[in-house]
C-alpha cells in the first residue's frame, strides 16, 4: 500500500507544481471568468425586463450572447485537452528517462504505478475544477446579486462530478496512450486525434450507422423516422463526448425533460415543468455508468499491455 | 559503521528464508536452472545454470548482446522467463517479484532519475516506495549519500548531475533498502578511468564493510577482474565458463604456450642460453630491447634467479598473455 500513496503523494505534488498545470488552469480560468461574465451581462439585462429569476444561476454556465461560447461549451472543449495533457507522458517519459527501470524494481505492484497516477491526476483535475467553480460563481453571484438556491447548487455540484468524471476518462485515455506509445508526443498526437474524432466525427458517423440500419426512403413515415432518430442517438452515445454532453445538457437546464425525440403526441398534455433534481440525476445516471464504464476499459487496456510487459532501461 | 550497517542487514531478511547451498555448503543467494529466455524464434538466454555466492562479489562478464541484462531482468522478476527456474535470496522471481524486489537492490544499464527533482529527493521517493518510515529514511539517505560521496551535490538538480554522479547516486538509492544483493547492470559503462577505479573502490567497500552480495555485469575485463572474487563467462546466451578467475585462468593456459617477455643488463649471449635453460622455456627470440621466451608454464619465478646467475641484472619482467582477457578472447572466439 505505500507504494500506492508514495506514488499518489510524488505525482500530485509533481502535477500541482507544474508549469503544464499553471497554463491549463490560467487558460480555464480565463475562459470561465471570461464566459460568466458575459452571461451575467445578458442575465442582468434580461432581468430588469422580465421577473422570473428561476433558475437564473444556472444561466452564468449554460447561457450565452453569442459574442462567447458559454462556460458548458468551453468546458466540454477544454476538459478533454486538460486530461490528454495530465496522462499523455505518464508512463513513456519514465521509459524514456530511465526512471521506470529504477521505480519498477522498487517493492511495489506494477498497478500501484498506474493506478497511483491516475489518482493523483483525478486529485489534481478535481481540485483544479472545483476551484475554478468556486471562482466563477463568485464572480457570478457579484455579478447577478442572486445567490443559487439549494437546488442550483446541488445541480452545479452534480455537473462538477459529471465533468471530472469525464476529464479524468480522457486522462485514463491518455495514459493508456502513454503505455502504447514509446514516445510521448506520438501518444500527445494520438489523443488530440481521438479527442477531435469524437468531437467532430462521431455525430456524422452516427448518422450514417442511422442510414445503414434504418434506411430512409423520400419520404419516410413517422416510426421509420424515429427509429432512424434512436438509432442515430445510441451510436453516438459510444462518443463520450456525446455521454458529457447529454449529462451536462440535462443536469444545467432543468426544463429538459428527456433526450430522445419526443412525439407530438407525447406533448400534448405535458405540463411545462423543469423536472426536479432528483428527476435530472437519474436521468444522467446511465450517462455516468457509461463514463465510467469507458474509463474502466481504458484502465483494462493499460494493464494488460503494462503489467507483463518487459522493462528495459 | 560496517558492523551496525551488517546488524541490520541480517534483521531485515525474512525468517523461513533458506537459501539453497552448494556441494561446500556455501549459501546461495542466486541460484538458477535452465533458465531461458526466448524473444520468438531467437533465444537470449540459452539453459542458463548459475549461482552466486552469499558475500561474494560475482561478475558476469560477456560481450554486447550475450544475454547479460536479460538475465538480470529476470532475476529481478522484471520480465518472465520463457523456462527454466530461480531463486533470488530464497525467492523465486516470477512468481514472489515483491519480496526479491524488497532486499535487491538493481542500478539499471542507464539509471535515470527524476531531473526536476533534486538529488536527494530523489532518494525520498525511493526511501518511501519502499515503506521506510521518514526518521530512518533521513538517517539512511544522509548515510548513503556519505558513502557515495555525494553529500555536497545532493541538492542539485538530478539533471545537472554527471554521469559519474548519477552512477554513484544510483549507488546510494540502491544502498537505501539495506540490500542483501546488489546487481549492478554496466556499473563503469561511460566513466572516465578515474571514476571507474572510484565506482570499483565503492563497490569493494560496500561488498566488505556491510557484507552485501554483489552482482555486476560488464564488457570490461581488466576493470572487472580487479575486484570480483568469481566470474561467469557468458557468451551469446550460454555461460561457457564460471569460477574464480585463477581457475579460469589455468584451464586457459592448460596446452597454450606463455610469452614471457624480459629485458635484463647485459643482455648478452650468456643471458640468453641462462634462459633457454629453465626447464619449460622453449625458446627465446629478441624483440627491440626485450627477449621474448616461449615456455609451455609460467616460469617467472626462476627468471630472476637464471639471469642473476648468468651475472646480469633483471630490468623488466611481464607475462604478455595475462589474465582474464585471454580467458575472455579464447571463449569468444570458440563460442
Ligand atoms: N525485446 C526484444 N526482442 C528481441 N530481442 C531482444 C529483445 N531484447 C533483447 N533482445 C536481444 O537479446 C540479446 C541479449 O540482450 P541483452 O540486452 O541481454 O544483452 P547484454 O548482454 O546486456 O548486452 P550489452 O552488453 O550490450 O548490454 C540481444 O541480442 C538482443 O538483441
Ligand atoms: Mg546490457
Redesign the pocket.
Known sequence: MHGLSAVFEKEFRDHCGSRRFMILFALICLAGLSAVYVAAQSIRSDLSSDSSTEFVFLKLFTSSSGVLPPFLAFISFLGPLVGLALGFDAINSEKNSGTLSRLLSQPLFRDSVINGKFLAGLATIALMLASIMLVISGLGLKLIGVPPSLDEMVRLIAFLLITIVYVAFWMAVSILLSVLFRQAATSALAGMALWIFFAFFMPMIAGIIANVVVPMNADPDTLTLLRHENVSQMASRISPTTLFQEATVTVLTPGIRTLGPVLVRDVIGMIPSPLSVTQSLLVVWPHMVGLVALTLICFAASYTKFLRE?I?A | MGERAFTETTQTSKPGLALPVDETGAPLIVHTSDLTKA??D?V??DRLNFSVREGDIFGLL????????????MLLGLTEPTAGTMRVCGFNSTRDPLNVKRIVGYLP?NVGFYEELTGRENLQYTARLNGIPAQEAERRIESSLAQVGMLEAADKKAGQFSRGMRQRLGIADVLLKNPRLVIL??PTLGLDPDGVNQLLDLIVRMSRQQKITVML?S?QLHQVQQICDRVGI?VK?RMVAEGNIEELWKQTLKGRRLIIEVQAVPQGQQTVTALQGIEGVEAVERSGEMLLLSCNRDVRDKIAKAVGDAGAALLHLRLLEHGLEDIYFKYFREG
Open positions: 518487459e528495459r | 524473444y520468438g531467437f537470449a538466454v560477456g560481450p554486447n548482446g550475450a544475454g547479460k541484462t536479460t538475465t538480470i531482468l544499464e547492470d554496466e555485469s564488457h557468458f546466451g
